[in-house]
């Protein structure tokens, strides 16, 4: 009873009012229902008001329970919140795809509703095109609830729970912590990155409406480019507009929020962008996106595929929205060589700014990666020297370091298992590691069978299991997850 | 010209004393062609002879170069070893080839020698019982050979490199080491591994010919087995006897070659067996290859390829062959379900022993990253817990963990980039990696194109390249290769 009263029920209050405001949320697709009169209203006014009544009877039953949350707790929380809010937004998607007569499973309306909130953007859905507005409006909607909840756990929750190194990323915002406390600060940082996230929203919805998008489809899409989801209402994706105005608007929109939102909120408030620009982390994003841009369409263009142009065009865009976690596309690029849908799968897994809403190792963990291995080879030349690795003008301790090749062995033990679990259940090899990659990098379309013109429907329920859990640990940094299924963590 | 008399020239002399003893070498083929008459005998002695020449050359022109070895120099050494050995064993295949009428390129002969030497056995040839005694006598003669060579690289000089952390499988034998150098004790240490060797060999030998080989296959085969080479002088490899007996003795001795000679060593010193069966690391290698074996035949069981006799004789077989990185079949095992196949390539990543014939990663290097990935996890719940990780009695030194994890990373970026290399050269992803992590395991057969009844002869000569460079830099644990390419190395 004590470990449940310590632990568990100051949780589940947090949850409770987690849950009230996400159910707010629901507003949106009741509205966007209303007003074009879709016939949903009711499906999903029931799912806003079952979900606010849960979450309000669990923060009200559960006052009393009212303390601070310790790293364990953060723990509990961030998993618990990937397990339960998927089960209150899947609801009304059940409930309106079987009202318009196209039901779906409950592992493959789960399966979707995962995808939305970690921002992964693979779907189970076809005739995307056919589809009640609304229902659209809550997938996409969905994967911007996410990011924002994703800004929170990268800068302010991950880092305090010290994941996978994650300490370092810390930014400036947040100052020097001095206690273990995950309540205090949060507030302060959470609302100085919605301001730039709403900003930044603002005005990628106002770009795609003057490229050339309709007003909600321009909405819409702004949900899943800011939040890095790449869900989209249309069965082609962002192919539906065939506009080179809108992709490089959406190219610009990508990079920018693959870069650590922090680094927005500092240069902001100190009113000057010098640090912003010296920031390593921040390039070597930069750099990996456009490098890879330029060696997708080198790719493309050597071996014949398009001219010039086209290839620029193609590669570029491809390149960003993959590499960037996103999961756009234009054309099926399964059609390419293989090698350029590989490349960009494999970006996808380093390529984003820790702090932002991509998903994958971070490129800050791929950095003192690679400065660890330079001192191992100077070690093996120099057994006695001693050097410490620096990023930027920062030493890097050696528990960090740790901390972060640990992370690295989990997510390839993690990707492999997994893997090898689709394997057993039937699924050719390069499908079940694309998938699975494609899912712990948060990013959606794989190769094979669940390539950028197909989707996640053609899997099993059993399968698409698989895939919902490597969404969530890739979500978590893994992890904290994992840190669940050890011993010791629920020793006292 | 400093730089030249004191680093190369004491290098490359020594590299003529290695030269000197492997023309020795030759004249078992040549002995074998001179008996069995296949007409090939003068192209062996003029091998042999031309070889002992530039041997003889090197050691005798550079003797004033005589001077104690560092381990800058071993790392050249080890290197220029994978470089001039497989050019001057790749000779006389070809000659002997062309005499025959099969003439094969330079890169494939260049590949068959590596193969070889790294006891990969991969092979570009197909018709190998067709092929003149002398020829397949040479190819897996050449595995026994690499397999000695490999016994003092990997328990006397990798040691004292420090590569990947390899300081930590030192041999008891070895003692401790107060110097860097690297002459003094490698003779003692090497002398007291090839009599485990030539035992081995021998008892392995006298079993095959027991259990129904004819004396020369049980002397090819033998050569093949505890070298864990696993080149065979027939097509249908080891499947060509059809012998449960045969297949069973050959399961024993992959077992016995999987551990750290050094325990044999050890035990028999000191007469008693007793650290022995305590090591951890030959425990976690028995476990992993006879789990395997458990894993594939119940795969093989309950997805009803095979009856359960059958299932456990072949998947033991299979098992204990690919894991233990030997890489005989009996049968083409790419037609059971894909799982069984993967899961054995993965299984000779890791199952082997350091101080073992095998390759990969080694089994003491897993068990090292398991305890360091459990103690991160403690570490997030207990943020201030000092855990030392410990290996048996031992405590594991940060420094070696750094250089395990090092490895890992570099292990894993080496396969992703040669198998990236070979998609982008047109191979199909799935014999690209398979091609890829058989090759840098000193495995062998991967999936494919390149499976078990197929041959690495369809790849082109580009393509072969990359797998050769897998194989050279598996085998010598990647980072004392990729530290040449560091430019501190090279300073003074
Ligand atoms: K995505
Ligand atoms: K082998």
Partial sequence: MSALTTHFLPVLRVMGVLLTFFALGVALPLGISWTHSDGLHAIWAQAGAGTLLCGVLLWVGLRRHKRELHPRHGIILVSLVWVVLPLFASWPIREALAAVGRPISFSGAYFEAVSGLTTTGATVLTGLDTLPVSINVWRTFMQWLGGMGILVLAVAILPLLGVGGSQLFKAEVAGPIKDNRLTPRITDTAKGLWGIYAALSLACALAYWAGGMTPI???????????????????TSFGH??????????????????????????????????????????????VALIGGGLVVSAVLWFKNVYGLLEALRLGFFHAVSIGSTTGYATVDYLAWPVFAPMFMLLLSGIATSAGSTGCGIKMVRVLILLKQAGREMRRLVHPRAVQPVKLGDKVVDDRVIFAVLAFMLVYGVTIISLAMLLVLADVDPVTAFSAVIASVNCMGPGLGSVGPAAHYGVLTDAQLWVCTLAMVLGRLELLSFIALLTPSFWRR
Avoid: Q
């Fill in 241 to 286: 507009f065939g506009s080179p105005l809108l992709e490089a608007i959406s190219v610009g929109f990508m990079l920018v929020a693959s870069c650590n939102f922090a680094l927005y909120f500092t240069a902001m408030r100190k009113g000057h962008w010098r640090g912003f620009w010296r920031d390593p982390e921040m390039r070597a994003t930069l």
């Fill in 217 to 235: 489809d321009a909405v819409m899409h702004m949900f899943s480019t800011v939040s890095l989801g790449g869900l989209s209402s249309h069965d």
